[in-house]
Protein backbone atom coordinates (compact mmCIF):
# COMPACT_ATOMS: atom_id res chain seq x y z
CA UNK A 1 0.00 0.00 0.00
CA UNK A 2 1.04 3.23 -1.21
CA UNK A 3 2.25 5.98 1.77
CA UNK A 4 1.31 8.85 -0.05
CA UNK A 5 -1.77 9.99 -2.10
CA UNK A 6 -0.29 9.80 -5.38
CA UNK A 7 -3.14 7.88 -7.70
CA UNK A 8 -5.45 10.72 -9.35
CA UNK A 9 -8.70 9.68 -10.79
CA UNK A 10 -10.33 12.23 -13.03
CA UNK A 11 -13.85 12.47 -14.13
CA UNK A 12 -15.18 15.19 -16.36
CA UNK A 13 -18.03 16.44 -15.32
CA UNK A 14 -21.32 15.68 -16.84
CA UNK A 15 -18.93 15.17 -20.04
CA UNK A 16 -21.40 15.04 -23.34
CA UNK A 17 -23.87 18.00 -21.96
CA UNK A 18 -21.15 20.01 -20.73
CA UNK A 19 -19.25 20.21 -23.81
CA UNK A 20 -22.40 20.60 -26.09
CA UNK A 21 -23.18 23.58 -23.46
CA UNK A 22 -19.75 25.06 -24.32
CA UNK A 23 -20.24 24.49 -28.10
CA UNK A 24 -23.60 26.00 -27.88
CA UNK A 25 -24.17 29.73 -26.05
CA UNK A 26 -27.84 29.60 -26.00
CA UNK A 27 -27.64 26.17 -23.97
CA UNK A 28 -25.23 27.41 -20.84
CA UNK A 29 -26.58 26.69 -17.60
CA UNK A 30 -29.57 25.33 -19.16
CA UNK A 31 -30.82 21.70 -18.91
CA UNK A 32 -29.74 19.55 -21.39
CA UNK A 33 -29.98 15.76 -22.08
CA UNK A 34 -27.64 14.00 -24.69
CA UNK A 35 -28.42 10.48 -25.95
CA UNK A 36 -30.85 8.13 -28.10
CA UNK A 37 -33.85 10.56 -29.25
CA UNK A 38 -35.62 7.84 -30.24
CA UNK A 39 -39.03 5.53 -28.82
CA UNK A 40 -35.94 3.28 -27.18
CA UNK A 41 -32.98 5.27 -27.03
CA UNK A 42 -31.64 5.97 -23.13
CA UNK A 43 -29.78 9.00 -21.83
CA UNK A 44 -26.26 8.97 -22.27
CA UNK A 45 -25.65 12.37 -19.78
CA UNK A 46 -27.64 14.99 -18.55
CA UNK A 47 -26.42 17.95 -17.51
CA UNK A 48 -26.71 19.08 -13.74
CA UNK A 49 -29.53 21.71 -14.25
CA UNK A 50 -31.46 18.46 -15.91
CA UNK A 51 -30.34 16.49 -13.36
CA UNK A 52 -32.22 18.78 -10.95
CA UNK A 53 -35.12 17.52 -12.26
CA UNK A 54 -34.37 14.02 -11.97
CA UNK A 55 -32.57 13.01 -15.17
CA UNK A 56 -30.04 10.59 -14.80
CA UNK A 57 -27.58 8.71 -17.04
CA UNK A 58 -28.94 5.20 -18.58
CA UNK A 59 -32.74 6.48 -18.07
CA UNK A 60 -35.09 5.80 -20.66
CA UNK A 61 -35.80 8.72 -23.04
CA UNK A 62 -39.03 8.69 -22.89
CA UNK A 63 -38.75 8.81 -18.76
CA UNK A 64 -36.42 11.82 -18.98
CA UNK A 65 -39.01 13.97 -21.48
CA UNK A 66 -41.26 13.48 -18.57
CA UNK A 67 -39.54 14.57 -15.86
CA UNK A 68 -38.03 17.77 -17.71
CA UNK A 69 -40.00 19.08 -20.81
CA UNK A 70 -38.53 21.65 -21.49
CA UNK A 71 -34.66 20.61 -21.73
CA UNK A 72 -32.33 20.35 -24.90
CA UNK A 73 -33.10 17.07 -26.49
CA UNK A 74 -29.32 16.20 -28.23
CA UNK A 75 -27.90 13.27 -30.52
CA UNK A 76 -24.37 12.93 -29.25
CA UNK A 77 -21.89 13.57 -31.82
CA UNK A 78 -19.20 11.22 -30.63
CA UNK A 79 -16.68 12.15 -33.19
CA UNK A 80 -16.58 15.50 -30.94
CA UNK A 81 -16.30 14.52 -27.83
CA UNK A 82 -13.37 11.66 -28.46
CA UNK A 83 -11.45 14.71 -29.83
CA UNK A 84 -11.66 16.75 -26.74
CA UNK A 85 -11.02 13.34 -24.79
CA UNK A 86 -7.39 13.51 -26.68
CA UNK A 87 -6.38 17.12 -25.47
CA UNK A 88 -7.54 15.61 -21.99
CA UNK A 89 -5.76 12.38 -22.48
CA UNK A 90 -2.94 14.51 -23.47
CA UNK A 91 -2.93 16.49 -20.41
CA UNK A 92 -2.90 13.14 -18.60
CA UNK A 93 0.36 11.68 -20.16
CA UNK A 94 2.20 15.09 -20.05
CA UNK A 95 2.02 14.11 -16.13
CA UNK A 96 2.84 10.21 -16.31
CA UNK A 97 3.69 7.24 -18.55
CA UNK A 98 1.28 5.53 -16.91
CA UNK A 99 -2.48 6.45 -17.41
CA UNK A 100 -5.20 4.03 -17.61
CA UNK A 101 -8.44 5.29 -19.86
CA UNK A 102 -11.25 4.03 -18.64
CA UNK A 103 -13.61 5.48 -21.20
CA UNK A 104 -13.33 9.11 -23.06
CA UNK A 105 -14.11 10.97 -19.75
CA UNK A 106 -12.12 8.95 -17.26
CA UNK A 107 -9.33 7.96 -16.50
CA UNK A 108 -6.50 7.07 -13.90
CA UNK A 109 -3.12 8.03 -13.69
CA UNK A 110 0.06 7.28 -11.73
CA UNK A 111 1.54 10.69 -10.40
CA UNK A 112 4.62 8.79 -8.50
CA UNK A 113 5.62 6.51 -12.14
CA UNK A 114 5.71 10.32 -13.71
CA UNK A 115 7.74 11.85 -11.08
CA UNK A 116 5.21 14.79 -10.68
CA UNK A 117 3.79 14.05 -7.10
CA UNK A 118 5.65 12.28 -4.64
CA UNK A 119 3.93 13.45 -1.10
CA UNK A 120 0.20 15.23 -0.55
CA UNK A 121 1.54 18.44 -0.89
CA UNK A 122 2.94 18.15 -4.39
CA UNK A 123 0.02 15.78 -4.88
CA UNK A 124 -2.11 18.53 -4.34
CA UNK A 125 -0.68 20.92 -6.03
CA UNK A 126 -0.61 18.81 -9.71
CA UNK A 127 -4.12 18.22 -9.34
CA UNK A 128 -5.36 21.86 -8.69
CA UNK A 129 -2.72 22.65 -12.28
CA UNK A 130 -4.43 19.54 -13.73
CA UNK A 131 -7.84 21.40 -13.37
CA UNK A 132 -6.76 24.32 -14.65
CA UNK A 133 -5.16 23.05 -17.56
CA UNK A 134 -7.96 21.16 -18.42
CA UNK A 135 -10.11 24.35 -18.20
CA UNK A 136 -8.15 26.09 -20.56
CA UNK A 137 -7.36 23.72 -23.03
CA UNK A 138 -10.73 22.08 -23.31
CA UNK A 139 -13.17 24.93 -21.52
CA UNK A 140 -14.51 22.34 -19.38
CA UNK A 141 -14.48 20.96 -15.93
CA UNK A 142 -13.03 17.71 -14.10
CA UNK A 143 -13.44 16.79 -10.89
CA UNK A 144 -9.83 15.27 -9.56
CA UNK A 145 -9.65 12.78 -6.56
CA UNK A 146 -6.53 11.67 -4.92
CA UNK A 147 -5.55 8.53 -2.59
CA UNK A 148 -3.37 5.73 -2.28
CA UNK A 149 -5.14 3.31 -4.62
CA UNK A 150 -7.43 3.39 -7.33
CA UNK A 151 -10.62 2.17 -5.44
CA UNK A 152 -10.46 5.03 -3.04
CA UNK A 153 -8.97 7.53 -5.64
CA UNK A 154 -12.54 7.29 -7.58
CA UNK A 155 -14.61 7.35 -4.77
CA UNK A 156 -12.62 10.82 -3.99
CA UNK A 157 -13.78 12.11 -7.35
CA UNK A 158 -17.07 11.40 -7.01
CA UNK A 159 -17.46 13.26 -3.46
CA UNK A 160 -15.65 16.04 -5.40
CA UNK A 161 -18.11 16.75 -8.25
CA UNK A 162 -18.92 18.80 -9.99
CA UNK A 163 -15.59 20.74 -10.67
CA UNK A 164 -13.68 19.98 -7.42
CA UNK A 165 -10.80 18.29 -5.95
CA UNK A 166 -10.56 15.66 -2.76
CA UNK A 167 -7.86 14.42 -1.66
CA UNK A 168 -7.88 11.16 1.14
CA UNK A 169 -4.85 10.92 3.34
CA UNK A 170 -3.67 7.19 3.65
CA UNK A 171 -4.58 5.71 7.42
CA UNK A 172 -8.10 7.75 6.55
CA UNK A 173 -9.65 5.55 4.44
CA UNK A 174 -11.62 2.97 6.60
CA UNK A 175 -13.12 6.19 8.70
CA UNK A 176 -14.14 7.33 4.76
CA UNK A 177 -15.46 3.96 3.75
CA UNK A 178 -17.57 2.55 6.88
CA UNK A 179 -20.89 4.18 6.59
CA UNK A 180 -21.03 4.10 3.29
CA UNK A 181 -23.63 1.69 1.24
CA UNK A 182 -22.13 -1.56 0.15
CA UNK A 183 -22.64 -0.41 -3.83
CA UNK A 184 -20.01 2.28 -3.47
CA UNK A 185 -17.75 -0.79 -4.04
CA UNK A 186 -16.26 -1.80 -7.50
CA UNK A 187 -18.07 -4.86 -8.76
CA UNK A 188 -21.18 -4.46 -6.14
CA UNK A 189 -23.93 -3.88 -8.94
CA UNK A 190 -28.09 -4.41 -7.79
CA UNK A 191 -27.83 -8.17 -7.85
CA UNK A 192 -24.93 -8.40 -5.35
CA UNK A 193 -26.17 -5.41 -3.62
CA UNK A 194 -29.69 -6.76 -2.95
CA UNK A 195 -28.40 -10.07 -1.70
CA UNK A 196 -26.16 -8.48 0.77
CA UNK A 197 -29.50 -6.48 2.00
CA UNK A 198 -31.11 -9.73 2.62
CA UNK A 199 -28.29 -10.49 4.53
CA UNK A 200 -28.40 -7.81 6.47
CA UNK A 201 -25.36 -5.87 4.77
CA UNK A 202 -26.11 -2.30 3.60
CA UNK A 203 -23.10 -0.54 4.70
CA UNK A 204 -19.12 -1.15 4.18
CA UNK A 205 -18.49 -1.09 8.36
CA UNK A 206 -20.58 -4.18 8.16
CA UNK A 207 -19.25 -6.06 5.46
CA UNK A 208 -16.20 -5.62 7.41
CA UNK A 209 -17.93 -6.92 10.75
CA UNK A 210 -19.30 -9.98 8.88
CA UNK A 211 -15.85 -11.41 7.99
CA UNK A 212 -14.28 -13.14 5.22
CA UNK A 213 -15.93 -16.66 6.17
CA UNK A 214 -19.36 -15.35 5.84
CA UNK A 215 -18.99 -13.15 2.44
CA UNK A 216 -17.91 -15.91 0.61
CA UNK A 217 -21.02 -18.23 1.83
CA UNK A 218 -23.02 -15.40 0.57
CA UNK A 219 -21.21 -14.42 -2.58
CA UNK A 220 -19.05 -16.79 -3.30
CA UNK A 221 -15.13 -17.36 -3.20
CA UNK A 222 -13.44 -15.38 -5.33
CA UNK A 223 -15.94 -12.11 -4.57
CA UNK A 224 -16.52 -12.78 -1.15
CA UNK A 225 -12.49 -12.36 -0.73
CA UNK A 226 -12.35 -9.48 -2.98
CA UNK A 227 -15.03 -7.90 -1.12
CA UNK A 228 -13.81 -7.96 1.77
CA UNK A 229 -10.45 -6.59 1.56
CA UNK A 230 -11.77 -3.70 -0.19
CA UNK A 231 -13.81 -3.28 2.85
CA UNK A 232 -10.55 -3.05 4.69
CA UNK A 233 -9.20 -0.49 2.14
CA UNK A 234 -6.87 -2.59 0.54
CA UNK A 235 -6.58 -2.39 -3.27
CA UNK A 236 -3.57 -3.32 -4.80
CA UNK A 237 -4.57 -2.75 -8.19
CA UNK A 238 -1.74 -1.21 -10.34
CA UNK A 239 -2.58 1.61 -12.65
CA UNK A 240 -2.39 -0.20 -16.25
CA UNK A 241 -1.35 2.24 -19.17
CA UNK A 242 -2.59 -0.24 -21.77
CA UNK A 243 -4.88 -3.05 -21.29
CA UNK A 244 -5.24 -5.36 -23.77
CA UNK A 245 -8.86 -5.84 -25.98
CA UNK A 246 -10.74 -8.31 -25.51
CA UNK A 247 -13.65 -8.00 -28.15
CA UNK A 248 -15.10 -5.80 -30.80
CA UNK A 249 -19.02 -5.30 -31.47
CA UNK A 250 -21.47 -3.41 -32.71
CA UNK A 251 -25.02 -3.55 -32.00
CA UNK A 252 -28.64 -1.70 -32.70
CA UNK A 253 -31.76 -1.48 -30.59
CA UNK A 254 -34.86 -0.89 -32.98
CA UNK A 255 -38.03 1.36 -32.49
CA UNK A 256 -39.81 -0.87 -33.46
CA UNK A 257 -39.66 -4.76 -32.72
CA UNK A 258 -38.28 -6.95 -36.19
CA UNK A 259 -40.55 -9.27 -36.68
CA UNK A 260 -39.79 -10.66 -40.32
CA UNK A 261 -37.16 -12.92 -40.62
CA UNK A 262 -36.02 -12.10 -43.47
CA UNK A 263 -35.19 -8.54 -42.27
CA UNK A 264 -33.87 -9.65 -39.03
CA UNK A 265 -31.09 -11.53 -41.36
CA UNK A 266 -30.36 -8.35 -43.39
CA UNK A 267 -29.62 -6.72 -40.12
CA UNK A 268 -27.79 -9.33 -38.99
CA UNK A 269 -25.21 -9.25 -41.84
CA UNK A 270 -25.40 -5.49 -41.93
CA UNK A 271 -24.08 -5.72 -38.37
CA UNK A 272 -21.21 -8.11 -39.43
CA UNK A 273 -20.23 -5.79 -41.70
CA UNK A 274 -20.08 -2.90 -39.40
CA UNK A 275 -18.05 -5.12 -37.15
CA UNK A 276 -15.48 -6.51 -39.41
CA UNK A 277 -14.99 -2.80 -40.40
CA UNK A 278 -14.01 -1.50 -36.81
CA UNK A 279 -11.99 -4.70 -36.06
CA UNK A 280 -9.62 -3.79 -39.71
CA UNK A 281 -9.55 -0.20 -38.68
CA UNK A 282 -7.89 -1.43 -34.96
CA UNK A 283 -5.57 -3.73 -37.41
CA UNK A 284 -7.45 -6.78 -35.57
CA UNK A 285 -8.87 -10.25 -36.40
CA UNK A 286 -10.84 -12.87 -33.84
CA UNK A 287 -11.54 -16.39 -33.92
CA UNK A 288 -14.65 -16.25 -31.87
CA UNK A 289 -18.00 -14.88 -33.52
CA UNK A 290 -20.84 -13.76 -31.52
CA UNK A 291 -24.18 -13.04 -31.83
CA UNK A 292 -26.62 -11.61 -29.88
CA UNK A 293 -30.38 -11.23 -29.55
CA UNK A 294 -32.71 -9.16 -27.43
CA UNK A 295 -35.80 -10.20 -28.13
CA UNK A 296 -39.42 -8.75 -27.46
CA UNK A 297 -40.02 -10.00 -23.80
CA UNK A 298 -36.59 -8.10 -23.18
CA UNK A 299 -34.83 -12.25 -22.71
CA UNK A 300 -31.36 -12.11 -24.31
CA UNK A 301 -29.86 -14.62 -25.99
CA UNK A 302 -26.09 -14.91 -26.69
CA UNK A 303 -24.65 -17.44 -29.18
CA UNK A 304 -20.88 -18.15 -30.30
CA UNK A 305 -19.24 -19.96 -32.81
CA UNK A 306 -15.08 -20.40 -33.03
CA UNK A 307 -13.00 -20.71 -36.23
CA UNK A 308 -9.97 -22.48 -37.09
CA UNK A 309 -8.17 -19.16 -37.09
CA UNK A 310 -8.48 -15.53 -36.72
CA UNK A 311 -10.18 -13.58 -39.38
CA UNK A 312 -11.33 -10.21 -40.46
CA UNK A 313 -12.81 -11.28 -43.88
CA UNK A 314 -16.82 -10.00 -44.18
CA UNK A 315 -18.13 -13.19 -45.80
CA UNK A 316 -16.33 -15.44 -42.65
CA UNK A 317 -18.19 -13.26 -40.21
CA UNK A 318 -21.40 -12.70 -42.01
CA UNK A 319 -21.28 -16.60 -42.85
CA UNK A 320 -20.62 -17.26 -38.76
CA UNK A 321 -23.02 -14.88 -38.09
CA UNK A 322 -26.17 -16.38 -40.22
CA UNK A 323 -25.28 -19.77 -38.82
CA UNK A 324 -25.56 -18.83 -35.26
CA UNK A 325 -28.58 -16.54 -36.26
CA UNK A 326 -30.42 -19.96 -37.86
CA UNK A 327 -30.48 -21.59 -33.72
CA UNK A 328 -32.10 -18.58 -32.22
CA UNK A 329 -35.95 -18.74 -32.52
CA UNK A 330 -37.71 -14.82 -33.07
CA UNK A 331 -40.64 -15.51 -33.51
CA UNK A 332 -42.34 -12.90 -31.24
CA UNK A 333 -40.37 -9.98 -32.36
CA UNK A 334 -36.48 -8.57 -32.15
CA UNK A 335 -35.73 -5.43 -30.19
CA UNK A 336 -32.07 -5.52 -30.30
CA UNK A 337 -29.58 -6.81 -32.49
CA UNK A 338 -25.48 -7.59 -32.15
CA UNK A 339 -22.07 -9.19 -33.61
CA UNK A 340 -18.94 -9.48 -32.08
CA UNK A 341 -15.64 -11.11 -32.47
CA UNK A 342 -13.75 -12.05 -29.85
CA UNK A 343 -10.44 -14.01 -29.64
CA UNK A 344 -8.79 -11.31 -31.20
CA UNK A 345 -5.31 -11.32 -32.76
CA UNK A 346 -3.28 -9.06 -34.93
CA UNK A 347 -3.00 -11.43 -38.00
CA UNK A 348 -5.15 -12.80 -40.02
CA UNK A 349 -5.45 -16.80 -40.80
CA UNK A 350 -7.68 -16.42 -44.17
CA UNK A 351 -10.48 -19.19 -45.34
CA UNK A 352 -10.22 -18.84 -48.91
CA UNK A 353 -13.10 -20.61 -49.84
CA UNK A 354 -14.89 -18.10 -47.78
CA UNK A 355 -12.80 -14.92 -49.25
CA UNK A 356 -13.96 -16.25 -52.63
CA UNK A 357 -17.07 -16.47 -51.93
CA UNK A 358 -17.84 -12.99 -50.59
CA UNK A 359 -15.54 -11.44 -53.50
CA UNK A 360 -18.19 -13.20 -55.80
CA UNK A 361 -21.22 -12.13 -53.71
CA UNK A 362 -19.49 -8.69 -54.09
CA UNK A 363 -18.99 -8.52 -57.74
CA UNK A 364 -22.65 -9.22 -58.45
CA UNK A 365 -23.33 -6.67 -56.79
CA UNK A 366 -21.64 -4.26 -58.75
CA UNK A 367 -22.95 -6.12 -61.74
CA UNK A 368 -26.55 -5.79 -60.62
CA UNK A 369 -25.65 -1.72 -59.69
CA UNK A 370 -24.68 -1.19 -63.38
CA UNK A 371 -27.55 -2.80 -64.94
CA UNK A 372 -29.11 -0.87 -67.39
CA UNK A 373 -32.62 0.15 -67.87
CA UNK A 374 -33.30 0.15 -63.88
CA UNK A 375 -35.38 2.80 -62.35
CA UNK A 376 -32.77 4.88 -60.25
CA UNK A 377 -33.87 4.80 -56.60
CA UNK A 378 -35.82 7.59 -55.27
CA UNK A 379 -33.20 9.80 -53.43
CA UNK A 380 -33.43 9.48 -49.46
CA UNK A 381 -34.87 12.98 -47.26
CA UNK A 382 -31.73 14.00 -45.77
CA UNK A 383 -31.62 13.84 -41.99
CA UNK A 384 -30.70 16.61 -39.60
CA UNK A 385 -29.77 14.92 -36.02
CA UNK A 386 -30.55 17.46 -33.09
CA UNK A 387 -27.58 19.22 -32.35
CA UNK A 388 -25.60 18.46 -35.00
CA UNK A 389 -23.91 20.83 -37.07
CA UNK A 390 -24.51 22.51 -40.07
CA UNK A 391 -23.34 25.10 -42.12
CA UNK A 392 -25.19 27.59 -44.22
CA UNK A 393 -23.57 29.38 -47.31
CA UNK A 394 -25.62 32.74 -46.67
CA UNK A 395 -26.04 32.69 -42.65
CA UNK A 396 -22.70 30.64 -41.72
CA UNK A 397 -21.84 28.29 -38.86
CA UNK A 398 -24.96 26.61 -36.57
CA UNK A 399 -26.43 23.82 -35.10
CA UNK A 400 -29.87 21.80 -35.65
CA UNK A 401 -32.41 22.60 -33.01
CA UNK A 402 -35.03 20.03 -34.65
CA UNK A 403 -36.26 18.75 -37.80
CA UNK A 404 -39.71 16.96 -39.34
CA UNK A 405 -42.27 17.25 -41.80
CA UNK A 406 -39.62 18.39 -44.42
CA UNK A 407 -38.34 21.39 -42.25
CA UNK A 408 -35.31 21.74 -40.54
CA UNK A 409 -34.88 24.43 -37.80
CA UNK A 410 -31.07 25.91 -37.30
CA UNK A 411 -29.58 28.33 -34.38
CA UNK A 412 -26.73 29.91 -35.89
CA UNK A 413 -23.85 30.58 -33.22
CA UNK A 414 -20.95 29.64 -32.08
CA UNK A 415 -18.54 28.57 -28.76
CA UNK A 416 -16.89 32.28 -28.97
CA UNK A 417 -20.30 34.08 -28.92
CA UNK A 418 -21.14 36.06 -26.48
CA UNK A 419 -25.16 35.23 -26.55
CA UNK A 420 -28.20 33.30 -28.36
CA UNK A 421 -27.44 33.52 -32.05
CA UNK A 422 -30.79 33.87 -34.25
CA UNK A 423 -32.71 30.91 -35.26
CA UNK A 424 -34.24 29.83 -38.89
CA UNK A 425 -35.86 27.27 -40.59
CA UNK A 426 -35.07 25.70 -44.23
CA UNK A 427 -36.36 23.01 -46.35
CA UNK A 428 -34.45 19.82 -45.37
CA UNK A 429 -33.44 19.54 -48.75
CA UNK A 430 -32.06 23.21 -49.07
CA UNK A 431 -29.01 22.80 -51.33
CA UNK A 432 -26.99 25.85 -49.69
CA UNK A 433 -27.12 23.82 -45.86
CA UNK A 434 -24.52 21.14 -45.53
CA UNK A 435 -23.22 18.77 -42.55
CA UNK A 436 -20.22 20.40 -41.10
CA UNK A 437 -17.38 19.69 -38.65
CA UNK A 438 -17.78 20.89 -34.85
CA UNK A 439 -16.05 24.21 -34.08
CA UNK A 440 -13.47 23.88 -31.03
CA UNK A 441 -14.08 24.79 -28.05
CA UNK A 442 -11.29 27.36 -27.05
CA UNK A 443 -9.08 28.86 -29.44
CA UNK A 444 -5.94 31.64 -28.74
CA UNK A 445 -3.86 33.42 -31.08
CA UNK A 446 -0.81 31.95 -31.88
CA UNK A 447 1.82 33.30 -34.75
CA UNK A 448 -1.17 35.87 -35.70
CA UNK A 449 -3.91 33.19 -36.23
CA UNK A 450 -6.23 31.19 -34.03
CA UNK A 451 -4.85 27.85 -33.43
CA UNK A 452 -6.39 25.46 -30.60
CA UNK A 453 -4.67 25.90 -27.28
CA UNK A 454 -2.22 22.44 -26.84
CA UNK A 455 0.14 21.31 -24.52
CA UNK A 456 3.62 23.00 -24.11
CA UNK A 457 6.61 21.59 -24.03
CA UNK A 458 8.56 22.04 -20.68
CA UNK A 459 11.54 20.84 -18.49
CA UNK A 460 11.15 18.80 -14.83
CA UNK A 461 12.76 17.95 -12.85
CA UNK A 462 11.59 14.94 -9.80
CA UNK A 463 13.14 13.08 -7.14
CA UNK A 464 15.94 10.23 -7.85
CA UNK A 465 14.85 10.72 -11.21
CA UNK A 466 17.80 13.52 -12.18
CA UNK A 467 17.08 15.51 -15.04
CA UNK A 468 13.92 14.69 -17.66
CA UNK A 469 12.36 16.03 -19.95
CA UNK A 470 8.24 15.74 -19.92
CA UNK A 471 5.27 16.95 -22.12
CA UNK A 472 3.64 19.55 -19.63
CA UNK A 473 0.74 21.83 -20.59
CA UNK A 474 0.26 25.54 -20.07
CA UNK A 475 -1.69 26.15 -17.01
CA UNK A 476 -3.79 29.02 -15.47
CA UNK A 477 -3.82 30.58 -12.13
CA UNK A 478 -4.70 27.93 -9.06
CA UNK A 479 -6.83 28.71 -6.70
CA UNK A 480 -9.94 27.00 -7.97
CA UNK A 481 -10.74 25.78 -4.61
CA UNK A 482 -11.43 22.56 -2.95
CA UNK A 483 -14.72 21.58 -3.11
CA UNK A 484 -16.94 18.15 -1.58
CA UNK A 485 -19.86 17.41 -2.88
CA UNK A 486 -22.44 14.41 -2.24
CA UNK A 487 -21.43 11.81 -5.33
CA UNK A 488 -23.92 11.46 -8.22
CA UNK A 489 -24.10 8.76 -10.89
CA UNK A 490 -21.65 8.39 -13.15
CA UNK A 491 -21.92 9.16 -17.36
CA UNK A 492 -23.02 6.26 -19.21
CA UNK A 493 -21.65 5.75 -22.38
CA UNK A 494 -22.82 6.17 -25.87
CA UNK A 495 -26.76 5.58 -26.24
CA UNK A 496 -28.83 4.08 -29.35
CA UNK A 497 -29.55 7.33 -31.06
CA UNK A 498 -32.44 7.87 -33.65
CA UNK A 499 -32.66 11.66 -34.33
CA UNK A 500 -36.41 12.48 -34.54
CA UNK A 501 -37.95 15.43 -33.08
CA UNK A 502 -37.57 19.00 -32.71
CA UNK A 503 -35.94 20.26 -28.92
CA UNK A 504 -36.14 23.11 -27.20
CA UNK A 505 -33.31 26.07 -25.92
CA UNK A 506 -33.75 28.95 -23.99
CA UNK A 507 -31.41 32.04 -22.92
CA UNK A 508 -27.16 31.60 -22.11
CA UNK A 509 -25.55 32.15 -19.34
CA UNK A 510 -22.32 32.80 -20.92
CA UNK A 511 -18.78 32.23 -19.13
CA UNK A 512 -15.20 32.63 -19.88
CA UNK A 513 -12.62 30.44 -19.21
CA UNK A 514 -9.37 31.67 -16.88
CA UNK A 515 -7.06 33.67 -18.53
CA UNK A 516 -3.41 31.66 -18.70
CA UNK A 517 -0.36 32.39 -16.28
CA UNK A 518 3.34 31.66 -16.68
CA UNK A 519 5.20 29.74 -13.89
CA UNK A 520 8.64 28.06 -13.10
CA UNK A 521 9.60 25.33 -15.15
CA UNK A 522 11.19 22.78 -12.48
CA UNK A 523 10.50 21.84 -9.46
CA UNK A 524 12.30 19.59 -6.19
CA UNK A 525 11.69 17.52 -3.42
CA UNK A 526 11.38 19.87 -0.35
CA UNK A 527 11.60 23.00 -2.66
CA UNK A 528 8.56 25.48 -2.10
CA UNK A 529 5.59 24.21 -3.59
CA UNK A 530 4.40 26.40 -5.97
CA UNK A 531 7.71 25.35 -7.87
CA UNK A 532 7.54 23.15 -10.41
CA UNK A 533 4.32 24.66 -12.55
CA UNK A 534 4.37 24.83 -16.33
CA UNK A 535 6.01 27.67 -18.12
CA UNK A 536 3.68 28.92 -20.80
CA UNK A 537 5.23 29.15 -24.64
CA UNK A 538 3.61 30.44 -27.83
CA UNK A 539 4.86 26.91 -29.71
CA UNK A 540 1.92 24.41 -29.97
CA UNK A 541 3.42 21.05 -29.23
CA UNK A 542 1.82 18.10 -31.25
CA UNK A 543 -0.43 16.01 -28.99
CA UNK A 544 0.49 12.54 -28.48
CA UNK A 545 -1.55 9.00 -30.18
CA UNK A 546 -4.87 9.17 -29.05
CA UNK A 547 -6.76 6.75 -26.91
CA UNK A 548 -9.98 5.90 -29.00
CA UNK A 549 -13.47 4.88 -27.16
CA UNK A 550 -16.79 3.49 -28.75
CA UNK A 551 -18.34 5.27 -31.42
CA UNK A 552 -21.92 4.34 -29.59
CA UNK A 553 -22.33 2.09 -32.96
CA UNK A 554 -20.76 -0.81 -30.23
CA UNK A 555 -18.54 -1.37 -27.77
CA UNK A 556 -15.09 -2.49 -28.30
CA UNK A 557 -14.80 -3.88 -24.59
CA UNK A 558 -11.60 -4.20 -21.79
CA UNK A 559 -11.12 -6.26 -18.78
Not at 492 to 501: I, K, M, S
Not at 505 to 528: L, Q
Request: with cysteine; charged share 25%; hydrophobic share 40%.
Amino acid sequence: MRTAPTILHLDMDAFFASAEQASKPSLRGKAVVVGGLGPRGVVATASYEARVFGVNSAMPMAQARRLAPNAAYLVPRFGFYRSISEQVMALLRALSPLVEPLSLDEAFVDLEAGGAAWDAESAQLTGERLRADIRAVTGLTGSVGLAASKMIAKIASERAKPDGLVMIEPGTERALLGPLSVRTLPGVGPATGDHLRRAGITTVDEIAEAGEDELVRLVGKAHGHGLYAMALAHDERPVVAERETKSVSVEDTYDVDIHDRTRVGLEVQRLADRCVRRLRAAGLSGRTIVLKVRRYDFSTLTRSETLRGPTDDPGVVREAAARLLDSVDTTGGVRLLGVGVSGLADYTQEDLFAQAAGEQVDLLEEEHTEAPGEQPAAPVERRWPAGHDVRHAGFGHGWVQGSGLGRVTVRFETPEDPGPGRVRTFRTDDPELEPAEPLPLVTREVGGGAAGLLPTPYPLTARGTGERSAELPPSVEPGLGIAEAEPLSADAGPADVTPDGPTQSTAPDPHDPPAASAAPATRRPGADPSAGLPQLSSEPASLPKSWSGSDGGGATSRP
